[in-house]
Nanobody, 124 residues
Framework: QVQLIESGGGSVQAGGSLRLSCAPS????????TAWFRQAPGNERDFVAG????????DYADSVKGRFTISKDNSNNTVYLHMNSLKPEDTAVYYC?????????????????WGQGTQVTVSS
């Protein structure tokens, strides 16, 4: 089982920026894809951004394109989500997830291991 440690969440004003980190610990697999999902109270856990294990291919939800950037440090398999121009609608608990590269990055069902979640709050 892969342990994923999330960090970087917090509270910011609209227009601000945050960087989330997803760092593996314990037994890890460098060939796993990684994605970020978010969930607001009463909502489903929705796809935000994903990256293939090579770090070359990425995918983004339409709502964050041009504002968020996902990247991977292949030296330690840490994945980052740089969030710029944050909006109140971005407020949610953000979860990172990893899984074998066997499907679409945005398919929630394919991910086998999940982080604990980190709260992002954007005030207007």
């Amino acid at each position: 089982q892969v342990q994923l440690i999330e960090s970087g969440g917090g509270s910011v004003q609209a227009g601000g920026s945050l960087r989330l980190s997803c760092a593996p610990s314990g037994r890890t697999f460098s060939s796993y894809d990684t994605a970020w999902f978010r969930q607001a109270p009463g909502n489903e856990r929705d796809f935000v951004a994903g990256i293939r294990w090579t770090g070359r291919m990425t995918d983004y939800a339409d709502s964050v394109k041009g504002r968020f950037t996902i990247s991977k440090d292949n030296s330690n398999n840490t994945v980052y989500l740089h969030m710029n121009s944050l909006k109140p609608e971005d407020t949610a608990v953000y979860y990172c997830a990893v899984g074998r590269s066997l499907g679409f990055l945005r398919d929630r069902r394919r991910y086998s291991d999940w982080g604990q979640g980190t709260q992002v709050t954007v005030s207007s």
